[in-house]
């Protein structure tokens, strides 16, 4: 039986102890405390509930986290490789322009003119090696903040599902609660009105029902 149809129940058993032509209701208190009784023991199932659906916030907000540090750090490893790969790049151009220049030295009688164009050779390959270095740099930037953005959008949707959650885990129990506290209410009321009767009356006129 469900806590709605033990509260249904624990309302007829006070509806059907009405005494006629008053406002004043005889009950069966031996039943009136067992439905109690089991009333108490279904609220923790009740509020179980609840607790699995906090719980489940909690698990997508733990799984966000875990994604958003996978990708931070594959967008790190990925950045260190490019930032390696052009370093080694711009030193095979220089290392290469660099004997290309030695040689020409080596093999023209005019020393100064190969001095000259080795100034040359080196001074175009170190600045191929920089802007080799630079746009690694800018590509590296940019892979880590696309990949903060990818982390940022994560964490606001596990956020706002999470909220989503609680305010419905929230809700139900407030609504679980505020129908038992509206429901026991009405129903202590009319025993509380049904005890009165009985100790307004003599002894003699009284008349146990059970």
Sequence with gaps: MSLEQRLEELESLVASGRVP????????LDRFN??????????????????????????????????ARRIRAYADEEATTIRETAEEKATTAVDTASEKASR???????????ARQAGEIVGEAEQRAAGIVEEAEAGAAQKI??????????????????????????????????????????????VRAGLDLLESRSPSDTTAVR
């Design 21 to 28: 032509a008053t406002s004043r209701t005889l009950v069966n």
């Design 34 to 67: 067992a439905l109690m009784a089991e009333i108490r023991n279904d609220l923790p199932e009740e509020m179980n509930e609840s607790q699995a659906i906090i719980r489940q916030k909690e698990s997508v907000i733990k799984q966000a986290e875990i994604e």
């Design 104 to 114: 020409m030295v080596q093999q023209t009688a005019v020393t100064a003119e190969a």
């Design 145 to 190: 903040e696309e990949a903060e953005s990818r982390v940022g959008l994560m964490m606001n949707d596990a956020e706002a599902d999470a909220g989503n959650r609680r305010d419905g885990a929230d809700a139900y129990a407030s609504e679980v609660l505020f129908a038992l506290e509206e429901h026991v209410s009405g129903v202590l009321g009319k």
